[in-house]
């Protein structure tokens, strides 16, 4: 699959999953939607990142496109070891 095609398919899903999020919410009180939302992604992001490449964390910093110490922290962060 090409990347764009990838990024496609990435941003659609993400936009329909928003979208039901918001119908079930309802009336809902909430805010700070942002962080919600990246505290809900980041963890099995960087979880399934691991698994991808077989825990070398060197390699998934790289495809994650952060640095080896800032992986380090967010798996501390989430208790992912």
Known sequence: MDQNKSKRLLREFVRQEVKEYFKKIDGYPIDKVYNLVIGEVEKPLIEETIKYCAGNQSRASELLGISRGTLR???K???IF
């Open 73 to 75: 922290k967010k798996m």
């Open 77 to 79: 962060q989430y208790g």
